[in-house]
């Protein structure tokens, strides 16, 4: 039983036990199928020590909905959950309550709403908002969380990257440092993100793309070791894909061997008809390599000729050494920007496994409950007003203003509209105090953020390809302030509540410090 | 095609590109079925920022022979790969290899030497050691990466969060924050490093173990949203699982609200012949908190109920928590040792993320190639000279001192024995000069690490169960000093080489440099 090569090791029981339990719980309640909501919202952006992001790319709502479709509670689940027993030896879980899971244990009564991926998104607004019955929405939870979470902090990561390399190319190669299995929705994620291509090959079949790759020291090493030299593993290699020759340069010396052996193969590839495609750096000073490379590329008569950069990158190894060559490359005669141009950056591991901040904070919190046919706003309260949850059925708009520009995102309760609403008055979410009001001249557009995507059992929308995805960032982050897309310290973004949303909140506290009182006069 | 859920997706095609564009040019040279050798193995401890590992905790091998064992090149790979063209719109791969691929493209070639899982393992050791046909060796690189880097990562962690619990019991939570479907790998491995369950219930079906949880916080909001109060959801919880009572304490105030409700419920099960199982913590200061709580629980008459902690966790705030227990439980009259062995702790994302350092970088290098029927050994030469590699068919003992503690992890030649060398001579792998010399008297045993775990498809011994291997990591930590066992700043465990390998590699690097001065007067 111990292999992770089946159906059920993925499928419903892919959750935590807690949502079992609770579930039960409901079920000998009556409330198993009680109407309600949950927000899954993240508190704070990625912070990876050195630098900061400003924004997230939203990213893992297709396969959450394919999890959704294909799980089901059948045999092999339920034998698992009736052999659980508790401490008396008892087993833990009624058959009754099994026999209901094996009947309706499925999400044909959840609605889900979410923002669509490749979005840009801000802590606090709710990336996906699930409504149904209370068994099923806890059950959705934990795989809900754990694909959205990652994806997005992957895409979030690849943006960054590919922001730093002010038009050079991303390749994902992490697949070797992932997280097993993860692997592929993370070099999905980063395709979403920003990556063009992965060298992951399953991944690459599954999106219809290309995978790509060179070769790797091991060739070279290879060649050496039975006595043949590195212009020969270039050669050999030159021969098996001449339209597609990119060389790995660094085994023996890069400037010394590595290119010039290159620039001879590439050499011998033209006399025969042949472009070749690039070199690939993968250790040293990749930026004064690059210039040295491009340079001899260039004299050499191979100007197009593209160059890999890999080891160890990410947006900010990327910005120092896009930095770098600004400054350094006119001295040795090369063009800084079209050398830009022409890299591409291999990154594996620290965009794969999101290097510095490993995990997104994304939480699910019940924030309504149907009641006797009236939904009743829920509310956790904590010691910290940031942690505090935004109670009630909810919208959230996007508020562009004059230039265009994305200047906040407004959360207001679901009844509510901005039609005629002038001026717009946002509140801060922690301190009422603190408003902006925005008169309706000055802005250009609002956008509800929150699209129906799932109701009924079935998917209410054909998922987006990858291009649309990619289209939706491009157009999201242009409509970014350059502050908020800043590599360190960015300008951190609105996210603010309507008045009423605010006027809400602030009973349903004042509420709970009521309880709260009563019970310690007690 | 877009979507996670089918064989292809995680099966032979679950690697990188290049190793496909490689094992073609290997068979263009008539090399694919050429036997080569490559070590797999990491080059430093997961460094965590404010804290560092001095030894690893090796897992994930069962998974990757379940690879081996599963994977085939079938249709759906074949098309795909039929289906790649080069830039001149050829098919990139022939039509022959492909046919070899769909033949020849399964792992029985392969033979895997591994250390095993749970135990004890340092730098620059070989982990596990591939010999077998070229291609093949190649395209199982990625896969075997893939799972051991990833499963050693997380065992050593949760090995040290152990280690700091001193005596407290290690739960995992991290289904939500992991990459994935990576949770389940990553679960396992905190099952083989220290963790004795997850509440990862597919999991825990694979383990055939039972998973573990209590319930959330949305279990209480709930019952509050609908007007009753925590205690009634406790009541509610005690009434499903009057044996496995145990109460998340901290929804709305731990020590005003939570534990005198979580009291009164377990009197009223006491009352009814049920004992309590414990608490949960979630929030706030959780030293000061498991203080009071005990205090309270004791008081009642409940000092042997539970106490579990959760909220961002890791080995060094588990390390904090037990010694401000340690200094402050005294002066509430609360026994210090006892409270210690009572807590458990939930550890979530910063275990199954390793926070601080997300990836192992284990590396996997050619070290041999057959040629004539001889093993020529092959060795990287690189700028640095920790990074050059250990060449040829190796050995690996660990020496183990007159306490019966591991003193070091010597490497030497595959033909090499210990049998009667007096002294032990243990030379570092960088620098000639620093060697020790240990007197086979002060040698109270050795033994050998590389074990052959799989030759001609088949696997050649049983894969050790949970429970031996977790026999085995408590037996190898055990016998490791105290020093390499610290949080921060261990001691440096001596990894050396024989004078046998040394005086080979000293040999390759001579004949590299000699080979690339011809190069530079050519």
């Given at each position: 039983m111990n292999s992770p090569y089946s159906d059920a090791a993925y499928g419903f029981l892919f959750t935590d036990m807690y949502q079992f339990t609770m579930a039960q719980l409901y079920w000998r309640l009556g409330m198993h199928e009680k109407q309600v909501q949950f927000d899954h919202f993240f508190r704070g952006y990625p912070d990876y020590g050195s630098h900061q992001a400003g924004y997230c790319i939203c990213a893992g709502l297709e396969w959450v909905v394919d999890w959704m479709e294909k799980s089901r509670f059948g045999e092999a689940e339920r034998d698992y959950l009736a052999a659980q027993t508790s401490r008396s030896g008892d087993g833990l879980f009624q058959k009754e309550f099994l026999d209901w899971l094996s009947k309706e244990g499925d999400f044909s009564g959840i609605t889900l709403d979410a923002v669509g991926e490749g979005r840009v998104v801000h802590p606090d607004v709710p990336l996906t908002v699930v409504t149904g019955p209370l068994a099923m929405a806890q059950v959705l939870e934990t795989p809900l969380l754990n694909q959205i979470n990652y994806q997005t902090l992957v895409a979030t990561k690849a943006s960054r990257i590919l922001e730093s390399a002010r038009g050079g190319m991303l390749l994902e190669f992490g697949l070797r440092r992932a997280q097993e299995r993860g692997a592929n929705a993370g070099a999905r994620a980063a395709l979403v993100g920003?990556?063009?291509?992965?060298?992951?090959v399953a991944l690459s079949r599954m999106m219809d793309l290309p995978a790509k790759g060179t070769h790797g020291h091991s060739m070279v090493q290879l060649f050496l070791a039975l006595g043949a030299e590195e212009i020969d593993a270039f050669r050999a290699y030159a021969e098996v894909y001449p339209d597609d020759c990119l060389l790995l340069v660094d085994t023996i010396d890069t400037l010394q061997s590595g290119v010039p052996n290159a620039i001879r193969v590439f050499e011998e590839l033209r006399r025969k008809g042949h472009e070749p495609m690039g070199i690939r750096l993968d250790s040293g000073d990749l930026a004064y390599l690059s210039i040295q490379a491009a340079r001899m590329l260039d004299e050499a008569g191979f100007p197009e000729t593209g160059i890999v950069l890999s080891n160890n990158l990410d947006e900010l190894v990327v910005w120092q050494i896009v930095t770098q060559i600004s400054e350094e490359a006119p001295r040795y005669g090369v063009d800084a920007d079209r050398l830009i141009r022409r890299l591409s950056y291999g990154v594996g591991t620290r965009l794969i496994s999101s290097w510095g901040e490993p995990a997104l904070g994304g939480v699910y919190k019940l924030v309504a409950v149907k009641d006797k046919n009236r939904w009743k706003p829920a509310i956790k309260r904590t010691e910290t007003a940031e942690k505090t949850t935004n109670p009630g059925e909810k919208k959230v708009w996007r508020i562009y203003d004059s230039r265009g520009k994305a200047t906040a995102d407004l959360i207001g309760l679901a009844e509510e509209s901005l039609d005629g609403v002038d001026p717009l008055v946002l509140v801060h979410p922690e301190d009422a105090a603190r408003r902006r009001t925005i008169p309706a001249?000055?802005?250009s557009g609002t956008e509800e953020l929150l699209e129906r995507v799932w109701a009924g059992g079935r998917l209410l929308r054909p998922h987006p390809d990858l291009e649309e995805l990619r289209q939706t960032r491009r157009k999201d982050v242009d409509r970014l302030d350059a502050g908020v897309r800043r590599l360190m310290y960015p300008h951190i973004y609105h996210v603010s509540l309507t008045p009423r949303l605010w006027d809400l909140k602030r009973e349903l506290l004042a509420a709970c410090a009521e309880g709260l009182k009563n019970k310690e006069t007690e």
């Open positions: 920003g990556a063009s291509f992965t060298s992951n001249a000055s802005i």
